[in-house]
C-alpha cells in the first residue's frame, strides 16, 4: 500500500475561512485525494500533518511549534516507508511578524525542508521518498478576522509560484500550482472554501497518481 504524508498548514487542515471550525475529511483536498485514487487504483493511504500556522522555517512569535523544520525529520521516519512527501507551506510566511519575507525567502524554506526530508534517518532499505512541492494559491485582500495578520501579504507573495518552480526542478521534485485550478478563498482572501477543496484535491490526483505509476506501466 502506497502512504503518502502532506505536510502542510491550516489551507490543508481544512479551515472553514473566517471561523475555527474544520472541513470533514472527505471534504478537504487530502480525502478528495485519498477518495479519488482509491476508487480508480490499488488501495493508499494519505497521512495528514498539517498545522494551524506552520510556516516553512520561520518561528510564530506568539505560539510555539509552528517553524516546519522541527521534527520534519521524526515525522519522516515515524512515518516511513512512504512512497510520496507533498509539502504545501508558504503562506504563512507573509503574516506580519515577517515584514521582509518575499517569495524568495519562501522558497529559500521550501529548499531547507526538502533537504531535510532526504536526511532524515529512516530505517535501511526503506526508501527517499520523491517530494511533491504545491505552491499555495495567491494571497489576496486578506480579510475577516485574519485581515491585521495578512496585512500586506499579497504584495509580499507576488512571484512564489515562480520561485517553487525554479526550486522544484533544481532538486528534482515535482511541483504544481494551485493556482492553476483553485483561488484563495472569497471569504477572507488567504485559505480555502469548500469548493476549492474539491477542486484542488481532484486535480491532484492525476498529478499524485502519474508520480505513483512507475514509468514502465504508464501508457
Known amino acids: 500500500m502506497h502512504q503518502i504524508l502532506i505536510y502542510s498548514d491550516s489551507l490543508t487542515w481544512g479551515i472553514i475561512p473566517d471561523t475555527r471550525d474544520r472541513l470533514p475529511f472527505d471534504e478537504r483536498w487530502p480525502g478528495v485525494l485519498e ?22 522555517t520561520w518561528d510564530d512569535p506568539f505560539k510555539p511549534g509552528r517553524n516546519g523544520l522541527e521534527c520534519l ?11 510520496l512527501v507533498i509539502l504545501m507551506l508558504g503562506t504563512n510566511d507573509f503574516q506580519f511578524c515577517h515584514p521582509y519575507n518575499d517569495a524568495w525567502s519562501a522558497a529559500q524554506g521550501i529548499t531547507a525542508l526538502i533537504h531535510e526530508i532526504r536526511k532524515a534517518p529512516i530505517e535501511p532499505g526503506m526508501p527517499v521518498p520523491p517530494v511533491l512541492v504545491i505552491c499555495p494559491p495567491q494571497i489576496r485582500s486578506p480579510r ?9 501579504a499579497e504584495q509580499r507573495c507576488t512571484g512564489l509560484a515562480e520561485a517553487y518552480s525554479r526550486v522544484a526542478a533544481g532538486l528534482g521534485c ?37 508520480i505513483l505509476t512507475p514509468p514502465s506501466h504508464r501508457g
Open 35 to 56: 477518495n479519488e485514487l482509491n476508487a480508480s487504483g490499488p488501495k493508499l493511504r494519505v497521512i495528514e500533518d498539517c498545522l494551524n500556522g506552520r510556516r516553512t
Open 73 to 83: 525529520a521524526q515525522r519522516i521516519e515515524i512515518n516511513s516507508p512512504l512512497s
Open 144 to 152: 475577516g478576522s485574519i485581515a491585521p495578520k495578512f496585512r500586506g
Open 174 to 210: 515535482h511541483f504544481f500550482d494551485a493556482e492553476t485550478v483553485t483561488t484563495s478563498s472569497r471569504v477572507d482572501g488567504v485559505h480555502l472554501d469548500r469548493d476549492q477543496h474539491a477542486r484542488l484535491g481532484a486535480a491532484l490526483a492525476e498529478v499524485v497518481r502519474l
